[in-house]
């Protein structure tokens, strides 16, 4: 059975930081493009991050030179550091496993990111 815990979420401060922890069971970790995703009320689902089984990073806009994408092939786990947190990065986090070649893909249940004073 496939299973994507996502932990680290909580309340934060604006200009404070969080890490994020998706820990992954029953996929072969090295074969997958790993994710986050996060969706606010009322918005769509939007990429936030993705990191390739190669390392290869992709990072939106709103996140970059704030967020960093790191996975941990030995744990099985893909990380979220994000820095510099504003009130509008508040929102679910969730994480994402996809297989490209086989189109395989799967969703952690989410962590939620609540940044206010």
């Known amino acids: 059975q496939v299973q994507l815990v996502e932990s680290g979420g909580g309340l934060v401060q604006p200009g404070g930081s969080l890490r994020l922890s998706c820990a992954t069971r029953?996929?072969?970790?090295?074969?997958?493009?790993m994710g986050w995703y996060r969706q606010a009320p009322g918005k769509q689902r939007e990429l936030v991050a993705t990191i390739s089984s190669g390392g290869t990073i992709i990072v939106a806009d709103s996140a970059k030179r704030r967020f960093t994408i790191s996975r941990d092939n030995a744990k099985n786990t893909v990380y979220l550091q994000m820095n510099s947190l504003k009130p509008e990065d508040t929102a679910a986090y969730y994480c994402?496993?996809?297989?490209?070649?086989?189109?395989?893909?799967?969703w952690g249940q989410g962590t939620q990111v609540t940044v206010s004073s």
């Open positions: 994402n496993a996809e297989n490209r070649p086989t189109g395989w893909k799967y």
């Open positions: 029953g996929i072969n970790f090295n074969f997958y493009t």
